[in-house]
């Protein structure tokens, strides 16, 4: 009798916490779907726009009005006609639309969010690199701070940098900063020898060449795509290199069904999207992990973006100075991909 009591009981509590878990799975549903719309309302209400890049959580590229790589976004920040910009993304992007769009309020999410490649190219320090080289020409990769930007000539992205250094002058002398990885191939890419800071993005930079070509053994039908941000053993094993669309412009024209990813996973999302008769395979920087995150980019969610707009902050503010000295490069590296072709 004391057993079947027993059976009983454990019976209920099973039975009463499946019950339990599943009102909590309900209720998180509907507050996430309550959180979308009370968010997609505010938008309207105050005349905003979110611009998402490709590796922000899915939820928050499927409410943005716009998703793309940094080059598109930098394109739409300054196209918009809107009074208020979400930036969902990292700080330098938002900066970046902030630069193009004085008279805007631009607001991020999470003002932590950054870049370990715009953290790893403090302005002082850089300045005293530059000092070095007076005879070169500084082009710096948009992930970058404002003040870096600021201290360039050109500002490049990963879907334009091969081709606008290539419209140089071959005699042309170059630093380039802050990512050596992206630096590195594109010297390889157009046969220059491009002076380069030496920094990283940590999260493209802890993949390796073993841990790529493991994936590939065992899936050899899936050609390895890579950001240029990947080290040079890790793109020597891939199969495309490039921006985050282009990647997603190689797929699409692809006969192949698989792929290997050798990028930030959020990319999968529009992946998928995309090419839902598709498979993607993420790849690691860890044994037993099974895909590569930014922590930076997945500070944004669904609570700060709604927290952002209803109270108009965290917002950029920069000096006009610094807005005009940074605008300067940033014009010069859109003006230049429209002259070829890049952009429309
Ligand atoms: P894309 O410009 O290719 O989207 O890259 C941005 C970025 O931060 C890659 O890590
Ligand atoms: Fe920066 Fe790397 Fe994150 Fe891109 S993935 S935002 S380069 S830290």
Redesign the pocket.
Known sequence: MFLINMVDKNIFLVAFSFLSLQIQILNCFMETKELKEAILKLKKEKNAVILGHY?QRDEIQELSDFVGDSLALAQEAQRTECDIIVFCG?HFMAETAKVLNPQRKVLLPDMEAN???ARCCPADAFAEFKAQYPDHMVISYV?CSAEIKALSDLICTSGNAEKLVNSLPKDQKIIFAPDKNLGGYINRQTGRNMVLWNGT????DALTAEGILKLKLANPDAPVIAHP?CNAAVLQVSEFIGSTKAMLNYIKKSDSKRFIVAT?SGILYEMRQANPDKEFLAVSAQEGCSCLE?A??KMNTLEKLYNCLLNENPEIILSDDLIEKAKQPIIRMLDMSKQLGIIK
């Open positions: 590796y990292v870049c370990s490649l992930n993005c940590t999260v493209h941000e930030e930014c930076d980019m």
